[in-house]
């Protein structure tokens, strides 16, 4: 079955640091957009950034709330996207899911979220 | 960028038809042909039930229509059953590369 596994969700104090992982499964992952969005508790869903795949020279755009304090990055090799988080406030605490879309093939597909909980 | 905005909470019972709206301004939905719509059951991914406007994927059912109308956005669930009952979020592309997703719509089958 192909899947996104997400990782690296955990506790840590305003200001710091934190990198998640997003691990695919399928083959079509080079080819893909990698996003990532977020859901505080009882919340909606907050887009937090993509990458493009690298026919589109891994372009990167971010939301104005995490812009220069989040960065997405990608390895195709191992076909996996990270999201690395910096300076992190208590307001991004939130589940962190990656989302694959291939638009030529309509293929769509989240992980099953990472808890990040910002908190002292 | 501010979120698009959806009804908080729309019901309908059994075999009714319902319509979520979302409303955007000209530099999202107004300009743009990806805006998509996810269903979200409780402590679960989304799932994508509309992409590019008003296509369905493979294997979502044709009770599920949506289309776009200057700022607007609407998906329609037709002959509404129990499984129904569920969280719906739109979004859409902005001039600014980014997107932007809707407050979301809790859908209740009475």
């Known amino acids: 079955e192909v899947q996104l596994v997400e990782s690296g969700g955990d506790l840590v104090q305003p200001g710091g640091s934190l990198k998640l992982s997003c691990a695919a499964s399928g083959s079509n992952f080079g080819d893909s957009f990698i996003y990532w969005v977020r859901q505080a508790s009882g919340k909606g869903l907050e887009w937090v950034g993509r990458?493009?795949?690298?026919?589109?020279?891994?372009?990167?755009k971010y939301a104005e709330s995490v812009n220069g304090r989040f960065t997405v990055s990608r390895d195709d090799a191992k076909n996996t996207a990270y999201l690395q988080m910096d300076s992190l406030r208590i307001e991004d605490t939130a589940v962190y899911y990656c989302?694959?879309?291939?638009?030529?093939?309509?293929?769509?597909?989240w992980g099953q979220g990472t808890v990040v909980t910002v908190s002292s | 960028q501010s979120a698009l905005t959806q009804p908080a909470s729309v019901s309908g019972s059994p075999g009714q038809a319902i319509t979520i709206s979302c409303t955007g301004t000209r530099s999202d939905i107004g300009v743009s042909s990806s805006v998509f719509w996810y269903q979200q059951h409780a402590g679960k991914a989304p799932k994508l039930i509309i992409y590019d406007v008003s296509n369905r994927p493979s294997g979502i059912s044709t009770r599920f229509s949506a289309s776009k109308s200057g700022n607007t956005a609407s998906l329609t669930i037709s002959n509404l059953q129990a499984e129904d009952e569920s969280d719906y979020y739109c979004s859409s592309s902005t001039t600014a590369h980014t997107v932007v997703f809707g407050g979301g719509t809790k859908v209740t089958v009475l």
């Open positions: 989302r694959q879309w291939l638009r030529k093939d309509v293929f769509d597909l």
């Open positions: 990458i493009k795949a690298r026919a589109d020279n891994y372009a990167t």
